[in-house]
Nanobody
Framework: QVQLVESGGGLVQAGGSLRLSCARS????????MGWFRQAPGKEREFVAG????????YNTYSAKGRFTISRDDATNTVYLQMNRLKPEDTAVYYC???????????????WGQGTQVTVSS
C-alpha cells in the first residue's frame, strides 16, 4: 500500500511563497509519476503540476507555469511544490497524487494524500 502525506500549507500574504511537501511510504517511490492538484471551495479538483519518474515536469499553463516548481527527491521519497508570487486565487486545498504517468485526469492517479490547506490573503 502507498501512503502520501502532504505538509507545508498555511496562510500567506499575496506575493509570498510556500513550499509544499509530499512524503511517500510504501512501494518503490521512484517508479511513480507524481502530481499536485488543488481544489477550491465549489470548484473541481484541478491539475497544478506533475513530474514523471525520470524527472520531466509539467505545469498548468494558466495557474502555475512561471510561479510554481515541482521537484522530487527519490532518496527521501518526497515530492515538493515550490510556490512563489502567490495570489488570492491560489487559495485551495492542495493534494499530491501518485500514478503511472503524469496526466491532468484526476481518476488516472492511484493514490492520494489527505490534502493541505493553502490560504493567500490579499
Amino acid at each position: 500500500q502507498v501512503q502520501l502525506v502532504e505538509s507545508g500549507g498555511g496562510l500567506v500574504q499575496a506575493g509570498g511563497s510556500l513550499r509544499l511537501s509530499c512524503a511517500r511510504s510504501g512501494r518503490t517511490f521512484s517508479r511513480y509519476a507524481m502530481g499536485w492538484f488543488r481544489q477550491a471551495p465549489g470548484k473541481e479538483r484541478e491539475f497544478v503540476a506533475g513530474i514523471s519518474w525520470n524527472g520531466v515536469s509539467s505545469y498548468n499553463t494558466y495557474s502555475a507555469k512561471g510561479r510554481f516548481t515541482i521537484s522530487r527527491d527519490d532518496a527521501t521519497n518526497t515530492v515538493y511544490l515550490q510556490m512563489n508570487r502567490l495570489k488570492p486565487e491560489d487559495t485551495a486545498v492542495y493534494y499530491c497524487a501518485a500514478g503511472s504517468v503524469v496526466t491532468v485526469v484526476v481518476t488516472s492517479y492511484d493514490y492520494w494524500g489527505q490534502g493541505t490547506q493553502v490560504t493567500v490573503s490579499s
